[in-house]
Structure formats: C-alpha cells, structure tokens
C-alpha cells in the first residue's frame, strides 16, 4: 500500500512565526487531507486538496500529485495551532485514508 | 449539521470482557469508516460500509472484532475477549459518496483493556 512521510516529525515555534510541513507520498493518490488533531484526540478539518493551493486564514497547502508531495504553510503561528497535524492521501474505489505519523507542533508565548 | 458522534467517549474494561462502541455519522453520509489510532501513531483504517454493505476489512481486524451498519444509519464496532493490545482510540468518520468525497471525524472513543 501507499506510503505517507511527513516532516518534521517535531517542531517547536515562538508565537508569531511561520512554518512549512511537508508530505511526501509513494504514489498516485484520489485525494488528500490536512488534519489538526487537538489535545482530546480530535480531528479537525484542515483542507481537501488532492491537487492545486488552498487558502484559509493563516493556513495554506499545496499539493503536487505528479511529485507525490504536499505541503502545508501556518503563518503568524498562535498557541492554539499547538497539536499534530496529519497528511492523510486515498487511494482506490474506498478512498479509505493513509495517514503519515504527524508532525507535532508546540507554539509558545 | 450536528457531525459525527461517537459514543461511549470511554470505556475502561477487563481483558477479556467484551465491548461495543457506537458512531452516528453526518445525515445522508453514505460512506462509514472506522479507524484505530495508538499513542503515537496516526490513524489506521479499520474497515468501511457503504450504506449497509461492509465492503472492505483491514488484516487489523481480527475475528474477535466485528462492525455492523444496519439500515445504513449508524454502526456498532464490537470487540470480544478484549486485549491489553486492544487499548486504543476508535475513530469513526464519515463521507459522501458522489461528492467531494472528504471524510468527517467524530471525537473517537479511548478504550483502556485493564
């Protein structure tokens, strides 16, 4: 099955800076997701962006399916983007979803 | 658009007691899937149904586990004889098939196999 790498696996920001992370994927996928996943354990909506850039707020993400990677960029970081986030690409007619092992991101004041 | 629930929120039991676990997916979601994810870990699929039909199982799901959507609404997640390694989060999710195709999350339910 597909393979998910995301980098870094962690990552710590003053409050206010930007930051890149990256998904990189063994082969051609349907679609692709962002995931915040809170300290409870829930996972929030980022984007659904299986090819082209989004952008929503201080968020963004690009993905480049012929290149098998994608990309998510928080700018001006606050303490309330602190969590893991997740890339998670489909593949096949159940377009069940691959997680990678996330990236934890610690925003401090 | 009350999203996906999930019920109970925890469940703490004895090894080799058994346990059932609910998820009540969007409204008119007709595609449901169920996820494990341990500490440390992302997410793994588990199985999925569309409508009441469960056409897919992972090799994680052993015999003791079972999954079932009757009516094509909610769906139960059943471990018999409970392992220590059963100790997880059960995330269940859920999409519509002929749109986007994005998968919604409940809030999961942490199981503790004491």
């Known amino acids: 099955g597909i393979q998910v790498e995301q980098s870094p696996p962690d990552l710590i920001l003053q409050e206010g800076a930007n930051s890149t992370l990256r998904c990189n994927f063994s082969?051609?996928?349907?679609?692709l997701q962002w995931f915040h996943q809170n300290p409870w354990g829930q996972l929030i909506n980022l984007f659904y962006?299986?090819?082209g850039t989004k952008q929503n707020g201080r968020l963004s993400a690009t993905t480049v399916a012929t290149e098998r990677y994608s990309l998510l960029y928080i700018s001006s970081s606050q303490t309330t983007d602190s969590g893991v986030y997740f890339c998670a690409p489909s593949q096949g007619g159940s377009e069940k979803l691959v997680f990678g092992k996330g990236t934890k991101l610690t925003v401090n004041p | 658009d009350t999203g996906v629930s999930q019920d109970p929120r925890h469940k703490i039991t004895k090894r080799g007691q058994n346990v059932t676990f609910r998820c009540d997916p969007i409204?008119?979601?007709?595609?449901l899937y169920w996820y494990r994810q341990t500490l440390g870990q992302g997410p793994e699929f588990l199985t999925y149904?569309?409508?009441?039909?469960?056409?897919?199982k992972s090799r994680l799901l052993s015999d003791r586990f079972s999954a079932e959507r009757p009516k094509g609404s909610f769906s139960t997640l059943e471990i018999q004889r409970t392992e220590q390694g059963d100790s997880a989060m059960y995330l269940c999710?859920?999409?519509?098939?002929?749109?986007?195709?994005?998968?919604?999350f409940g809030p999961g339910t942490r199981l503790t196999v004491t």
């Open positions: 962006i299986p090819s």
């Open positions: 082969d051609s996928v349907n679609n």
């Open positions: 409204s008119e979601h007709n595609r």
């Open positions: 149904f569309q409508n009441e039909a469960q056409l897919e």
């Open positions: 999710a859920s999409s519509l098939i002929g749109g986007v195709g994005e998968q919604y």
